[in-house]
């Protein structure tokens, strides 16, 4: 869906998670690095690397897909 | 006002690191930046207020989702499910589903082929101009107190949660509102929630996951809850984790109600108000692009509203299984008026709504704190906009455009919308005010909404299906119906002994009161809008066309496969509702 100029909702999603995801993986593999002292319930899981590269690889999937030169690509290959 | 001192407290639940901050700005800034991107695409009265009417399924289904899914629905139900057990999951599913549905195959191809702009405007359609100004006038106040009540809930979450000040949040959240949804209308509000709908997927989504790995599955969560409240001397500690099967009785479950209260009160009548006519959420799939999206939209939504549980219940049972105090005792959570009365603040009380920020505070490090504290800022700031959006919409059609001018051109409406939107958002900052110095308004609010919603079911349903239902009979059933419910609720106030009569068992407590209420108050709107119409002169089958059953060439399906056919999945959903009644029964 794109409605409204050349950026679609799914772009914006998928900039935001891609950053969102960015910040907690790389908070993430700092902790594991120097971990903190007061530590949360199953710290040992270290959700924040893998939930942080859940929503990166997210993020990226919905960004490249539906960026501007995707969008424009599947224009042109509508008309 | 020093920035760092709003933000830093030492008595908060949480603490929020730079990362946490940094994801928070790095929201506001997007939200912002998306109203200013869309401010060039809302020129017309149907972009603003429409969005155009171009949004796929998906967009109009997950929009129509998450302008439900709001934080205050999302804390409050999960602080439910800690008081009540899993029959608060009813409000999700047998609570939701069947209507959603509903909507779908049977009302959103009236809705749709009449473009009507609003409920209101179907109702003018259908029944003149009277039944049109008592709903139109009912929801515009209730969309401006529910949006001051979303703002004043939201900046007491942040004091309770972060220690931010109360004039802090509500100046910034009502700041950001204002400017994305006068930039883009509609079409910015619906981004938003459609952001807001992955944001609280993925701020929330952990706690479950990882509560569940803690408490050794579902069977360990139903053991552990068992153990803390038998110890507790709890009554009926079985019931907590049972869906159907403790609700022979009123005194056999948590919740004090019984089978019928939740199918025909719950299921039957206020779920198939709010879902199939308040038009906050109707308002949404109305914009969809075509009546294929639009009969989609809600079955999409009702797919996803189907695993809504996960975040919002779940974590409120685990709560109940998990949380223990610092010294390692268990904790017990409190009604919200006595964990924040002074006393309760000085013993550290923790209130039923807080259970889930308490669980995102156990599991949750820097970065997925600042995401989960995003996801319910974006949830209370999209339920204010999504009540500002429809206020505007209904005020500048249904009460400006209809009773004011008339005449008013296309490009006036526009700017009227505008203008409407930043009007609506002071009001509401008033009313977050008002609430903050009369709290008992927020109970009073609440109940005031299920008033209208349940008559307007019954108007809308039978000016639908019912051809021979004149203007008289439509808009003196909307008004009985409302008057008799106000008249309960007032009956029960004064003398707490009706509740035999109206909850029909002196066991009945609040939640069964409310869905009985709404079950006579529709059926007597029913009654009045049949005898009335019997006795008055019904409209010709001439001005009927669009907007009644029979009367209504609905299009024919475009020629695509079951696989993309509404009915198909209709079923799919269903059948996946049914399975989960069984399971947890």
Redo the contacts between chains.
Sequence with gaps: ?K???S?S?WF??G???G??GA??F???IY?LISP?AT?????E?H??VW??AV?LVTGLFFGIHFSPANERKRMSGKS | MNLALLLLSSNTLVHLSAVDLVIIVFYFALVLGIGFYLKGQANTGEDFFMAGREMTAWVAGLAFLSANLGSLELMGWAGNSYKYGILAAHWYWIGAIPSMLFLALVMMPFYYVCKTHSVPGYLKLRFGVGAQAISSVSFALMTLLMSGINMYAMAVVMRVVLGWDLNFSILISSLTVAAYVALGGLRSAIFNEVLQFFLIWAGALLIPILGLIEAGGWSGLQARILQNLTEQHAANPGSYTHLWSTLGNFNANPMGINWAGIVFGLGAVIAMGYWTTDFLVVQRVLAAKDLRSAELAPIIGAAFKMCVPFIVILPGLLGLALLRDPQGQLLRLVPADLAWSPAGQAQGLHGYDEVLPLMLARYCGPGLLGLGITALIAGFMSGMAGNVSAFTTVWTYDIYGALINKNASDESKVKMGRWVTIIGVVISIGTAYLVMKQQSIMDYVQSLFSFFIAPLFGTVLLGMLWKRATPAGGWTGLLAGTLSSVGMYAWVKLDPNAVRYVALSMDAQDQAQNMFRALWCCLICIIVTFVVSMLTKPKPDSELKDVVYGLTPIPKAENVGWLHSPYFWGVVVFVIFIVLQIIFW
């Design positions: 869906m409605s409204g100029g950026l909702i914006f999603t900039l935001c998670l950053v969102t910040l907690i790389a908070t993430g902790e903190p530590k949360v319930v199953l710290y899981l959700a924040n939930w942080g929503l």
